[in-house]
Structures are given as structure tokens and as C-alpha cells.
T-cell receptor
Framework: DVKVTQSSRYLVKRTGEKVFLECVQD?????MFWYRQDPGLGLRLIYF???????EKGDIPEGYSVSREKKERFSLILESASTNQTSMYLC????????????FGNGTRLTVT | DAKTTQPNSMESNEEEPVHLPCNHS???????IHWYRQLPSQGPEYVIH???SNVNNRMASLAIAEDRKSSTLILHRATLRDAAVYYC???????????????FGQGTRLTINP
């Protein structure tokens, strides 16, 4: 089975801190994704990567950046955390074909105080 | 991108079949129908997908209407562990994954009564 592992289940950070969320997948998938999930808003795509060092903005990239130096690892960076970035963050991976299913991690619940 | 419509919530009893409907009247010929579910405190989990024919796997069955404007996810014998939010989404086989901006929407919250 594909495993997508997010480094932290819960995280509490202060406003203005730089925050790193790490995600690792073990199935050699080309694509990796970062979503955030908020009540009433569903899942929203932040960033997407289809190859090492390649990235594309999703629907809500403002305030975030990403890094993909190795195929198995995709990092989400909050340059200067703000309270409106308090959310559940979900990482996913998939093969490159258009209909391949996404495999999700169990999420990181980030609270910014 | 074509959208889907699902009921906000459904309720069923343990060990009974559950039929979760999804409408997708603007589906295009290259759109696959995918279902995911999200258990409490977990990330979404892939369930099943199909194009035209009905599909079965160990988790569920997917029944697709002949005109493809609707589909139904069937859990043959629900257990308490099937209580989750179920999402029906469309994936275009001709477009790259990033370009599709996958939209999960609100899904159907399924409650299973013991």
C-alpha cells in the first residue's frame, strides 16, 4: 500500500514564525500536492508538484511556498505564519496519469496563535 | 470543470446496504467518476472510480447511469467503520493532474446506526 507520511499530526506556532510542514511518500509517485481543509470550504489546493524541483500554484498559494528537492519529499513552507493559516493541512501523492487516484496523508493540524 | 452534486447527509443502519447518489449532469466524455471518503481525523481515502461500466472492488461498487449524468456508490453491507464523509469528483483523463484543480466540495456525511 502507498504510504504518505506527514511529519507532525499537531503543530502550534506563533504569528510571524516560519513553519515547515514535511511530507514523504514511498511509492515513487511523480505528483505531490498540498491542500488545506477548513470547515465549510472543503479541500483547497495550495501547491502542486509534478517532478523534482517543479511546482505549480494552486487556488490559494498566497503566504505559502514549497520545496521538492527529492522525488519522495514535498515540503510546505509558511514564510510568516498568520492566524488565518490555522487549518488542517493535507499532503497527497499520485502517479502522473490523469485519472490515477490521490493518496493522502493523515494531515497536520496547525494552530497559529 | 464539471461539478458534482451530493446530498449533505445520509443515515443508514449497520449491516444494511447504502446507496450514495451523485449527480454530474455536465460530465464530459473524458471525465472519470471518482469516489473518496474521509474518516474522522484522517485524510481522504480513495474508494473507487469508473468511466462507463459499473465497477466493483473490495470496498464498494460504483453504478453509473447509462447517460453518465449520475452515479451511485454502493456499500453492500455497512459497518460502523463506514461512517465518513463521501466525496464524488470528476477527473478528466486528458488533462494533467495539476491543471484539473481537483475540487472535493462538501460531500455526503454518512451516519451508520448500530
Amino acid at each position: 500500500d502507498v504510504k504518505v507520511t506527514q511529519s507532525s499530526r499537531y503543530l502550534v506556532k506563533r504569528t510571524g514564525e516560519k513553519v515547515f510542514l514535511e511530507c514523504v511518500q514511498d511509492m515513487d509517485h511523480e505528483n505531490m500536492f498540498w491542500y488545506r481543509q477548513d470547515p465549510g470550504l472543503g479541500l483547497r489546493l495550495i501547491y502542486f508538484s509534478y517532478d523534482v524541483k517543479m511546482k505549480e500554484k494552486g487556488d490559494i498559494p498566497e503566504g505559502y511556498s514549497v520545496s521538492r528537492e527529492k522525488k519522495e519529499r514535498f515540503s510546505l513552507i509558511l514564510e510568516s505564519a498568520s492566524t488565518n493559516q490555522t487549518s488542517m493541512y493535507l499532503c497527497a501523492s499520485s502517479l502522473s496519469t490523469g485519472t490515477s487516484p490521490l493518496h493522502f496523508g493523515n494531515g497536520t493540524r496547525l494552530t497559529v496563535t | 470543470d464539471a461539478k458534482t452534486t451530493q446530498p449533505n447527509s445520509m443515515e443508514s443502519n449497520e449491516e444494511e446496504p447504502v446507496h450514495l447518489p451523485c449527480n454530474h449532469s455536465t460530465i464530459s466524455g473524458t471525465d472519470y467518476i471518482h469516489w473518496y471518503r474521509q474518516l474522522p481525523s484522517q485524510g481522504p481515502e480513495y474508494v473507487i472510480h469508473g468511466l462507463t461500466s459499473n465497477v466493483n472492488n473490495r470496498m464498494a461498487s460504483l453504478a453509473i447511469a447509462e447517460d453518465r449524468k449520475s452515479s451511485t456508490l454502493i456499500l453492500h453491507r455497512a459497518t460502523l467503520r463506514d461512517a465518513a464523509v463521501y466525496y464524488c469528483i470528476l477527473r478528466d483523463s486528458l488533462r494533467s493532474q495539476g491543471a484539473q484543480k481537483l475540487v472535493f466540495g462538501q460531500g455526503t456525511r454518512l451516519t451508520i446506526n448500530p
